[in-house]
């Protein structure tokens, strides 16, 4: 009987992969033919980022940095989708999508005002094309549905991406966000970067589903599965859907096959005691910046050299940004007062003027 509808739909989401954990391709069909320039500028934003990563982690500890959620492991995941955006393109980060909104252009010195909770952090730049980060889990799908629509009906030639994890795709906004997007066929990109847990949660929980690609299919979009820690893939498979968005094609959903390697944040979240070792180590051989270090290198495009230029590049950057940061005045109870509303309540403007008068001491 071939009339397993289940089965069906799950045959349908085999997971894309084009770079093994060898550094090989394996899918040369599917390969999105990058120049040797762009390989080697997404190696150099995949460095860039597990040392800013490293970095962020012991100034958290150090107390310099306030809310920080870790992102290693999840560079191909993270960047080599960011990668397939245009400038102009709209980001709907969540809160661990920071790096790609420093590669869609937003200054690093914002990302630590906001890790700060420093509302200059919330002051995106008018020509960096980015929302601030959900921290509400899916409210970023909806938020995306009407983006799109906006791009859409202004005739734009543009695409809204977000990014969310696999525990949000048990939420409403998630169904709501995709649906809504299917029935108005907008130009949506959304990627559920699937990192096997919701903080403690494992997936196995959150759904009975064996892909979380599959809940496309009840919205009425593309849905696909691609391995997370390849750069390649994950490429792949944004700029397709990308270029189906901008033809009118519509919407898709990506799930990412991915790993974060660190706590979920940096607020005492302890992995050790619902990850075990194995499977830790299972997926520190999926690195994907190893994988893609042995594909450039075969390649002559990379080197021990390269590298280390980078690293520095990128510690001198976190140095810069941190000392700019610290030089932007301390937040004052009056900027949180005066920031809520264009127009105080009562109660708030006597607040206000209470506060204004302590500070000026
Ligand atoms: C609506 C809502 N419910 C609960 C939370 C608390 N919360 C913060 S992160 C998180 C887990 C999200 O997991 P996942 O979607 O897999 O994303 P990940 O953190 O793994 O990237 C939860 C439940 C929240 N922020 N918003
Ligand atoms: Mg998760």
Redesign the pocket.
């Known amino acids: 009987m071939t009339t397993n509808l289940e089965q069906t739909i799950e045959e349908q989401f085999e997971t894309l992969q084009i770079l093994n954990v060898k550094g090989e391709i394996v899918n040369k069909s599917a390969d999105p033919q990058l120049s040797d320039d762009e390989l080697k500028e997404l190696m150099k934003r995949m460095v860039y980022t597990r040392i800013w990563d490293q970095r962020a982690i012991s100034l958290n500890r150090q107390g310099r940095l306030g809310f920080y ?1 870790p992102v290693a492991g999840q560079e191909a995941s993270m960047l080599a989708s960011e990668f397939a955006m245009e400038k102009e393109d709209w980001l709907l980060p ?3 999508d920071i790096p790609q909104m420093v590669w869609h252009g937003l200054p690093l010195v914002k990302t630590f005002l906001y890790s700060r909770g420093h509302f200059e952090g919330g002051k995106i730049p008018d020509d960096v094309y980015t929302l601030m980060p959900q ?5 970023q799908c909806t938020q995306t549905a009407g983006v799109a629509l906006g791009l859409k009906k202004r005739g734009k030639k543009n695409v809204a991406f977000t990014y ?6 048990s ?1 409403g906004d998630f169904y709501e966000g995709l649906n809504f997007a299917g029935a108005f066929n907008v130009p949506a990109v959304f990627i559920s ?3 096997r ?3 403690s ?1 494992p ?1 196995e929980k959150q759904s009975a589903t064996k892909t979380l690609a599959q809940k496309a299919v009840a919205a009425g979009i593309k849905g696909i599965q691609v391995d997370g820690m390849d750069p390649l893939a994950v490429y792949a498979a944004a700029k397709n859907a990308r270029e189906r968005a901008i033809n009118g094609e519509g919407p898709t959903l990506i799930e990412t096959l991915t790993y ?1 390697y660190g706590p ?2 940096m607020a005492g979240d302890d992995p050790t005691r619902y990850r075990t070792e194995d499977l830790d180590s299972e997926w520190e051989l999926k690195d994907p910046l190893v994988r893609f270090r042995i594909y450039l290198e075969n390649k002559g495009l990379w080197s021990k050299e390269i590298e280390d230029e980078v690293v520095e590049t990128a510690k001198e950057d976190i140095k810069k940004a941190l000392k700019e940061a610290d030089q932007i005045p301390k937040q004052k109870v009056s900027d949180l007062i005066n920031n809520m509303y264009e127009n105080l309540p009562q109660n708030l403007q006597e607040q206000l003027e209470e506060y204004r008068k302590k500070e000026s001491k």
């Open positions: 959620a969540s809160y661990r921290i509400i889990i899916a409210a969310f994890g696999d525990g949000a795709t939420q970067q699937n990192n847990f919701a903080i949660v997936v974060r979920h944040t």
